[in-house]
């Protein structure tokens, strides 16, 4: 007795099945079955870094762009998990670099969400948006910082992301580690430079967010950055001082030279005078 003929719907779960697990073949024999080619399989595959399933996918028409109910793309999903070869595959393609779930997340922010430092290397290489921003308003390093991922914000700072920007509700990146408590994360933005009396929308300023029993991990770099603006401090000072050194000098050097050309006015005046004397004698 034959095989009772396969529905749509049965042949879009089973295509489903095979992308998420990377059967390249069985992908390819429904395909060749006419089970319908949306967006989910392409994104299971991608999601999964099965590439040569996602090669199959698009070579047979899937939807590059397409998205979920929650507005990911294949890219989207990719970038997300961290699958490196998936995401270049896509770009190869023409996926949309900057393409943004419905919360306004593009591909470097989930990369960087998940702590995926090899994808944010390549988004970045590709020439993602280092400071685009989710609908929230904040970006790859806000979120990287929130989330304790330290290597990815390294990473983000190393490319040149703007350590003071700010979100919706004020918070910078270290604002937000200390929200949540991310101390490792919060040490690496204090070491780069990160302003620690920055306050967000509630004029709280990250200390007024650090747990007391995160405080003693951060002495340290408390410390130092207090020693460092107490060397600034010194160093402006000095500067001021020797500014103003270079300026009396000048003062004193331009009052030099005024009373020189008055002295040598009154002389050639007296030696006038002194010639039309001897005139007269």
Do not use: F
């Not at 990719?78 to 943004?100: C, F, I, M, P, T």
């Not at 620690?196 to 509630?202: G, I, S, T, W």
């Not at 160093?235 to 001021?240: G, P, R, S």
């Amino acid at each position: 007795m034959a095989a009772a003929a396969m529905s749509d719907a049965d042949m879009g779960k089973a295509l489903w099945d095979a992308a998420e697990a990377g059967k390249t073949g069985e992908v390819t024999r429904l395909l060749e079955a006419g089970a319908p080619s949306g967006h989910t399989p392409l994104m299971r595959a991608a999601a999964n870094g099965h590439v040569e399933s996602m090669r199959v996918l698009l070579d047979r028409g899937a939807d590059l762009e397409a998205k979920d109910k929650d507005g990911y793309t294949a890219l989207l999903w990719a970038a997300y998990s961290g699958k490196v070869e998936a995401v270049a595959l896509l770009l190869d393609r023409g996926a949309d670099l900057e393409a943004k779930d419905k919360d306004g997340y593009t591909a470097l922010i989930w990369a960087a969400r998940s702590g995926k430092v090899e994808a944010v290397a390549l988004l970045l290489d590709r020439g993602a948006d280092l400071e685009a921003k989710d609908n929230d308003g904040n970006t790859a390093l806000i979120v990287a910082a929130g989330n304790g991922k330290v290597e990815a914000v390294a990473l983000l700072l190393d490319r040149g992301a703007d350590l003071e920007a700010k979100n919706n509700d004020g918070y910078t990146a270290l604002l937000r580690a200390a929200r949540w408590g991310k101390v490792e994360a919060m040490a690496l933005l204090l070491d780069r430079g990160a302003d620690l009396e920055a306050k967000d929308n509630e004029g709280k300023a990250a200390m007024d967010w650090v747990k007391a029993e995160h405080l003693k991990a951060l002495v340290p770099q408390i410390k130092e950055r207090e020693r460092s603006s107490g060397e600034r401090a010194r160093c402006a000072e000095a500067l001021a001082a020797k500014q103003a050194e270079m300026d009396a000098q000048a003062d004193a050097a331009q009052a030099y030279r005024t009373a020189t050309v008055a002295a040598m006015a009154a002389l050639e005046a007296r030696v006038k005078q002194l010639e039309d004397l001897a005139q007269l004698l």
